[in-house]
């Protein structure tokens, strides 16, 4: 099959073996991804050789030896640590499921990663109903997916995108309210999920009632983390606060997530760009550009 691999100069679309299922793996014929910032961060330091490729969505060709998973035949969206800029993929059924035939190839694509994320870190939180959710990086792809599932779960929604263009946007998806920065935020508020990383975590790390957490996410800010003297320190208005991570690759049940995304995949991450996959390397070398939503790449599967 073919496939993109690093090398020293950058991704190279080349001929590479077939992938081999293992008892519990299924082999999908990719349709369509979308790089992630992660993805694009991952390449310098991986292997020569290394197909890239967190996540996206297929046709399963071959089901799971065990049985379980979905069958031959079926669409599936699915995730993994890499090996998805590929014709075919080898795919853990704990990281794939089933995708529903009314949406397309390109927006069940732009869902894995970013969606996948802000469900679990909503689940992290657990109910949310009446409480006020500030969500940092709002207008990033996990940012608008957790403002969707935090206000359908009945969270009152504060959202935090530094392009002001996207508020508008993100109060009809379900934002309450919609703040440029986050030290423009009244506190407190009950939860938190993080983009951004740096002040901006620490800001709201301190807008936190009681019993309170904090998710981290990412760290787009590229900077660090400056605590002031006393912040972990706790009196009757500050007990009980945290900040947690988690990595979507360890995680465990990803294909209960994926099951919900794959056959509610009405979220709106915004329009997808599509490009034929023997663009990716010049796309990768002007720098990823791209004015909202996902851009997704359309694998072409002749020989």
Request: net charge negative; proline share 7%; no cysteine.
């Amino acid at each position: 099959m073919l496939a993109w691999t690093t090398s020293s100069t950058g991704p190279v679309l080349r001929t590479v073996p077939d992938p081999v299922p293992g008892e519990d793996e299924l082999l999908v014929r990719v349709e369509a991804f979308a790089p992630n910032p992660g993805d694009l961060a991952a390449l310098q330091a991986a292997p020569d050789g290394t197909v890239p490729g967190w996540d996206g969505v297929g046709t399963v060709i071959e089901g799971a030896a065990n049985g379980s998973g979905p069958k031959k035949g079926e669409r599936a969206v699915f995730l993994g640590m890499d090996g998805g800029w590929a014709q075919q993929r080898r795919v853990s059924t704990a990281m794939v499921a089933a995708a529903d035939h009314d949406f397309s190839w390109d927006h069940l694509a732009s869902l894995p990663v970013p969606a996948t994320s802000a469900l679990r870190a909503l689940r992290r939180l657990g109910s949310v109903l009446g409480k006020r959710v500030l969500v940092v990086g709002a207008g990033s792809a996990v940012g608008v997916a957790a403002v969707q599932l935090a206000a359908r779960s009945g969270a009152h929604v504060v959202a935090v995108a530094r392009n002001e263009r996207l508020h508008e946007r993100l109060r009809s998806l379900g934002a309450r309210e919609t703040h440029v920065t986050v030290e423009s935020v009244g506190g407190p508020v009950h939860n938190a999920i993080d983009m951004v990383g740096g002040k901006g975590l620490v800001t709201a790390y301190g807008l936190l009632g009681p019993g309170g957490t904090v998710i981290a996410l990412g760290h787009a800010a590229g900077e660090p983390e400056h605590f002031p003297f006393g912040a972990f320190v706790a009196d009757p208005s500050t007990a009980d606060r945290s900040i947690t991570s988690f990595f979507l690759g360890s995680e465990p049940d990803l294909d209960a997530e994926l099951e919900y995304l794959g056959s509610r995949a009405d979220l709106d991450l915004g329009p997808t760009e599509t490009k034929p996959w023997t663009e990716l390397a010049r796309w990768i070398e002007s720098g990823a550009p791209r004015e909202q939503g996902r851009v997704v790449f359309r694998v072409e599967h002749r020989r």
